[in-house]
């Protein structure tokens, strides 16, 4: 199968330039980049791409698909047409399912399940026997199941001897170690940030403190052990401070920050409703400020979605009782475009980076980059076309989204994944 696509500013990382070519693609790889491939006879179809931008296909190193155990919420299934329809073609799934993520047997049905998934679907491993904080799993059997790093997403690893404990081992194993972090006796129960939404509604609030103790805590552990110790979703302004100071010893130390915690502090919450409940949660202006801070100057590595599906009924129940999480995949990258790119916080190559290079390089996976030679994952995106978000369009079984009816532009039109594609808006092809 040849394919070509036709006539779009194509993404040159190098240069951080988008320049008008054609890409060949045969069977699963890019095989060429040039302008004016005169190949019309003999490709089996050909894919208008005028006035479209071509990026590397996303990488998200942060989901939840659900499966198995939670098939309500998600499937790898829905949640991989979610991430296709969002322009990803790489996702790592976290391992707070049931069962957890914590045997061979879960890898490997994983595995089975995600052969026919519209992404390329990673994993992690948890640290604990079913995320309880108590005994190791066994990391190196996991690891050689093909886990790409280990987490307890979902709950913080409590106690600092079990984390140096897992430390240890996965520096042996030269994977990283991908921390909730969540001091619970801190966190104590509260469902929103302890701050201004938190004070007006009396409701128990999460300091932030209660991560910024283990990052400070890990980072301490991960400098005596030697690990590759990685934040997830960072959120309060003194953990980037804490791995902006580690980073600067040349520790290596990595962090990702989500679209939500980017672009939404306590203070936008316009009433306790569970669509803005999330963890850890939305915090205040001057974190929200450091988030971006932060990822302008590279201290945060990269944008990770924690796409975290739930069904109408469960997060119906008010802002208490409705469990934590938000989906993200179909929204991400117009929201930041729009968001961060339009108004000048970062340049769209940066953005493009942070959503495929440097995840991609941070976890030592082969992706994230267009060129002759390289897998062809890839996005196809219209920076123009506005379009307002309505989650009752969501791929994704979830619906549950702070952003619904944000007029938002920069939607994926195609995406591309091992040369086939996933998802399309309504292919404009030329041929075939
Ligand atoms: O908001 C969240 N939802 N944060 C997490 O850490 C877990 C996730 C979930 O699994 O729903």
Known sequence: MLIMIKGGQVYDRETGEFVKQDLLIEDHQIVRIA???????????????????????????????????????????TGSMA??????????????????IDTVETVQSIKKRAEEAA?????????????LGEN?????????????????????????????????????LNLPIVAHCEDNSLAKGGCVHEG?????????????????????????????????????????????RLVREAKSRGQKV?????????????????????????????????????????????TIDFIATDHAPHTTA???VGMKQAPFGIVGLETAFPLLYTHLVCTGILTLPQLIDKMTYIPATTFGLPFGELAEGKTADLTMIDLHHEQVIDPERFHSKG?????????????PVLTMLNGKITWSESKKTIKG
């Open 196 to 240: 201004v939404f938190a004070k007006q509604h009396d409701l128990p609030g999460i300091p932030n403190e209660a991560e910024a103790i283990h990052v400070g805590r890990d980072i301490l552990l991960a400098e005596s052990t030697g690990a590759h110790y990685h934040v997830c979703h960072i959120s309060a302004k003194e953990s980037v």
């Open 399 to 411: 619906r549950n989204t702070p952003f619904k009816d944000w007029k938002v532009k920069g939607w």
């Open 35 to 77: 302008k004016d491939i005169q190949a019309t006879d003999i490709v089996d179809q050909i894919i208008d791409a005028e006035n479209r931008i071509i990026v590397p296909g996303l990488i998200d190193l942060h989901v939840h698909f659900r499966e198995p155990g939670f098939e309500q919420k998600e499937t790898i299934m």
């Open 314 to 316: 469960e997060k119906a």
């Open 119 to 131: 992404t390329r679907v990673l994993m992690y491993g948890a640290i604990t026997v079913r995320e």
């Open 83 to 100: 991430a296709a329809r969002g322009g990803y073609t790489t996702v790592a799934c976290m391992p707070n399912t049931r069962p957890v």
């Open 136 to 172: 190791l799993t066994d990391m190196h059997e996991l690891a050689e199941a093909g886990v790409i790093g280990f987490t307890d997403d979902g709950v913080g690893v409590q106690t600092s001897a079990k984390m140096k404990e897992a430390m240890k081992k996965a520096k042996s």
């Open 254 to 298: 990595t962090a990702e920050v989500t679209p939500h915690h980017l672009l939404l502090c306590d203070e936008d919450i316009p009433a306790p409703d569970a669509m803005w409940k999330m963890n850890p949660p939305l915090r205040g202006k001057a974190d929200r400020e450091a988030l971006i801070e932060g990822l302008q100057d590279g």
